[in-house]
């Protein structure tokens, strides 16, 4: 099977004619598409003349970027591989001759059919942190980055790589105590919300959307940062509970104006410092990308716990994949 880097080097030696990779589209549902929220923020960042695109499936298939053309890359990803709109994203991808990359955990689901490449990654317990989707997406991102434009930071967002699967496994260690604490505490309240900014804010999504609200039924809302002090500080007092992420990096002053403030007005905070949690070891001039694969590593041992203090098993669903919708 063809490395990441082969892929691009692929695509691009193909596109060389017609002047290369101009757009990069990410595009998936729910957890997935909070997978790649880390690949979008990277390349907006970092990039200078390549558009990004993060799109849920159905927005992507019912309002297509008009920019979608001969300099675009599609990758799309989906976990079970069968997810309707996420297909059809891949299949009109297909029909109008861009190169489909497909992440997927299920090799000969139905979404493959349309892939021009199918890229595995690991899942489930004792997974290798750097294999997961979300490092797929960004391996993707800086590969495409790099050999078009050049990313001078390569070599120090690779030792990154080497580097998240430990950070991840002594912070899932640090924070076993605390996360029982957490459901002792929280396993009776209605609403949780959900606090981050940058790269990492993917991490603070998929915790509302596919945790609390999906696998928990608990009413949540991520909320960013910045937007915090924009609206949603309003309803802060001392009762409302808040995860805040205290990330890694150039937006880490977002989440400490809002801590502040919570500090003053809230007593329910939960904080996850990547700081403390041990990902500063990565450089700082990569160190932001990695923050979602922390926390949404270190969100498993509270859930696990929530969903216990809860006895409201994680796979509990009414509604998703049991009636039409
Ligand atoms: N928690 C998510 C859901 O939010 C989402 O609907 C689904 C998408 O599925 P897939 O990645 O298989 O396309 O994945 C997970 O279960």
């Known amino acids: 099977m063809e490395s990441i880097k082969e892929i691009i080097n692929k695509i691009l030696e193909e596109k060389k004619e017609a002047g290369g990779i101009k757009q990069v589209f990410y595009v998936a549902c729910g957890g997935s598409l909070g997978a790649f929220y880390p690949a979008k923020i990277f390349l907006e ?23 979608m053309g001969e300099n675009s890359v599609l990758i799309v990803a989906s976990h079970k591989g069968n ?26 689901s139905p979404i493959t059919q349309y892939a021009d490449y199918v890229i595995p990654y690991t899942f489930g317990d004792n997974k290798d942190i750097a294999g997961e989707k979300t ?6 991102a800086v590969e495409i980055l790099n050999q ?54 993917g991490a603070a999504y998929m915790e509302c959307i596919c945790i609390f609200m999906e696998m928990q039924w608990i009413n949540s809302n991520a909320i960013h940062s910045g937007e915090y002090f924009h609206g949603p500080f309003e309803i802060t007092d001392k009762e409302l509970p808040f995860i805040l992420q205290l990330s890694e990096g150039k937006t880490r002053a977002l989440d400490e104006r809002a801590l502040n403030f919570l500090e003053r007005y809230a ?43 809860r006895q409201h098993p994680l796979s509990t669903r009414r509604y998703m994949w049991k009636v039409n919708y």
Not at 276 to 283: A, F, H, N, V
Request: aromatic share 10%; net charge neutral; charged share 25%.
């Open 45 to 67: 960042t970092e990039a200078v003349g390549i558009k990004t695109g993060w799109y849920n499936s159905n927005e992507f298939i019912h309002n297509l970027p008009k920019s």
């Open 83 to 108: 997810t309707p709109e996420t297909v059809e994203a891949a299949r009109i991808g297909k029909e109008r001759g861009i190169p489909v990359i497909v992440l997927t955990w299920i090799p000969d």
């Open 135 to 140: 490092i797929k997406g960004l391996l993707l």
């Open 148 to 201: 078009t434009e050049g990313y001078p930071n390569y070599e120090k967002f690779m030792d990154g790589v080497s580097k998240i699967n430990q950070i991840v496994r002594n912070a899932c260690r640090l924070v076993q105590r605390r996360a029982r604490e957490f459901a002792r505490n929280y396993k009776d309240d209605k609403v949780i919300y959900t606090i981050g900014s940058g790269a990492g804010f």
């Open 267 to 309: 007593r329910r905070i939960e904080v996850l410092d990547a700081k403390e949690l041990g990902l500063s070891t990565i450089d700082a001039s990569v160190v932001d990308y990695f923050n979602h694969s922390l926390y949404n590593n270190v969100y498993v041992v509270y859930n696990q716990a929530l969903a216990e203090a």
